[in-house]
């Protein structure tokens, strides 16, 4: 069975700190997802990373991917009050004819002054 | 560029209750669809995937079902509600050659 797992489920940070969020998976995929999840909304799409050693950043968030570990990470740099939400890593799961993904349980992160 | 709607937005039923949930996509043609489901707690759960119209693949038995009656259009279904269905319900579709998924605004269905 698939298992993807995010560390820490809740993380409260102040603002301008650095911090981490770590997602491992349990099964041998090339492709890794991160979405992000404001309070009663969607999914909105973060990074995309398809291959091993794939770093992608956008502001003060960067992701990356090691297949072999099947570990990637979400950084957080300087953090703002506007990051506060909850953070979802999710692998492909392989479908008798395609993918679907299979998500980890999620960071709730808040960002306080 | 494509996009993706689903309505309702909320919905409040009683249990026993039949369901009806709607998911159209615009501006792509023939697109994997995806149903999950958010409990309250926060996981994503997939329920049913469909890769062409008529093609439905469930991944959790329930009393849910889903039809695929055009290309872009993925409906979700049940005859008679439970309590553990509420949550928050989001239609997705796959893009590729990225394997990326996009999802819709989500409806939210409150059991009672």
């Known amino acids: 069975e698939l298992k993807v797992e995010q560390n820490p489920l809740f993380l409260s940070m102040q603002e301008g700190k650095n911090y981490t969020i770590y997602c491992n998976y349990s099964?041998?995929?090339?492709?890794l997802y991160w979405y992000r999840q404001d309070p009663g909304k969607s999914l909105e799409s973060l990074f995309v990373?398809?291959?091993?050693?794939a770093v992608k950043q956008e502001g003060r968030l960067m992701a990356s991917l090691d297949t072999k570990a099947r570990l990637s990470t979400l950084h957080i740099t300087a953090a703002v009050h506007d990051l506060s939400a909850t953070y979802f890593c999710a692998v492909d799961m392989e479908l008798g004819s395609g993918y679907a993904l299979n998500f980890g349980k999620g960071t709730s992160l808040l960002v306080t002054p | 560029s494509q996009t993706i709607h689903q309505w309702p937005a909320t919905l409040v039923q009683p249990v026993g209750s039949p369901l009806s949930l709607e998911c159209t996509v615009e501006?792509?043609?023939?697109?994997?669809l995806y149903w999950y489901r958010q409990a309250a707690g926060r996981g994503l759960q997939l329920l049913f995937y469909?890769?062409?119209?008529?093609?439905i693949s469930s991944e959790v038995p329930q009393n849910l079902s889903a039809s695929r009656p055009q290309d872009r259009q993925f409906i979700l279904s049940s005859k008679k509600l439970l309590l553990s269905d509420s949550g928050f319900y989001l239609c997705?579709?796959?893009?590729?050659?990225?394997?990326?998924?996009?999802f819709g605004p989500g409806t939210r269905l409150t059991v009672t």
């Open positions: 469909s890769v062409g119209i008529g093609q």
């Open positions: 990373l398809l291959s091993n050693g």
């Open positions: 501006g792509t043609s023939n697109p994997n």
């Open positions: 997705a579709w796959l893009r590729t050659p990225s394997y990326e998924q996009y």
């Open positions: 099964t041998t995929s090339d492709r």
